[in-house]
């Protein structure tokens, strides 16, 4: 069974950086693309940042030059690197892991940005 957890949100003010980690167990996890999305209050939830399996990176066009997402096959883990964050930028932050068609994902952790 895929386990999916993450950690590292917190609140931040405007210009400032957190790290989103995400634990994953319970799968061959270097064979599947990994990601992360957000979801605001009112709105749906969005793709942030993927990266597949051979480490290619897809970024929202709202978080690009400002996100950064990596994975370590030996860890088993994901991460967000989020810099230069905007009161935009406050949701959860949902950790993803694409198994063909079958998405499975955490619980989320709550990143706000505010002053």
């Known amino acids: 069974q895929v386990q999916l957890v993450e950690s590292g949100g917190g609140l931040v003010q405007p210009g400032g950086s957190l790290r989103l980690s995400c634990a994953a167990s319970?799968?061959?996890?270097?064979?599947?693309?990994m990601g992360w999305y957000r979801q605001a209050p009112g709105k749906q939830r969005e793709l942030a940042a993927r990266?597949?399996?051979?480490?290619?990176?897809t970024y929202a066009d709202s978080v690009k030059g400002r996100f950064t997402i990596s994975r370590d096959n030996v860890k088993k883990m994901v991460y967000l690197q989020m810099n230069s964050l905007k009161p935009d930028d406050t949701a959860v932050y949902y950790c993803?892991?694409?198994?063909?068609?079958?998405?499975?994902w955490g619980r989320g952790t709550q990143v706000t940005v505010s002053s």
């Open positions: 990266i597949t399996a051979g480490g290619s990176k």
């Open positions: 993803n892991q694409r198994q063909g068609v079958d998405d499975y």
């Open positions: 319970g799968s061959i996890f270097s064979i599947y693309a």
